[in-house]
């Protein structure tokens, strides 16, 4: 990745993209890139331009980013950042095929509901009467 011109504001509607070099996140190397897109005055009923800009941190080892931050005046600041990071082997119990439980419906969970012994009453039906 080529670090590319950064001027803000400069061209109104198209984005921009920084480099912005290595960052170690939770052990792991990263790559960050930052990108601004400007809209243009009256693009979306707006009366100034608005400039929102996203970061990323990129890990090309795992091959996702690690840690994201949008900046946009419309909606405010999100970050989502990945944490507790294992890179170890996942444990062999996550993989297993679990035996259906016993005791349920013979024609399995998409099938008609069991039998219920609660009797529902609809709304119509008037209240429940007192006993005397």
């Known amino acids: 990745m080529t670090e590319q011109s950064y001027d803000r504001f400069s061209a109104p509607g198209s984005a921009s993209l920084r480099y912005l070099g290595k960052h170690f996140i939770e052990g792991l190397e990263t790559v960050g890139a930052q990108e601004a897109v400007v ?3 009256g693009a979306i009923g707006n009366d100034s331009p608005i400039e929102v800009q996203r970061e990323y941190w990129y890990s ?3 091959g996702v980013n690690l840690m994201r931050k949008l900046h946009d005046p419309r909606i405010g600041i999100q970050n989502f950042e990945v ?5 170890g082997e ?3 119990k996550l993989f297993k ?3 259906p439980r016993q005791g349920l419906p013979s024609d399995g969970f998409f099938g008609r509901a069991p039998q219920s012994s609660v009797r529902l009453r609809s709304a119509h039906q008037g209240a429940p009467r007192k006993k005397h």
């Open 90 to 92: 996942p444990e062999e």
């Open 60 to 62: 090309p080892q795992l």
């Open 97 to 99: 095929i679990v035996r």
């Open 39 to 41: 809209i243009k005055s």
């Open 83 to 87: 944490s507790e990071i294992s890179l």
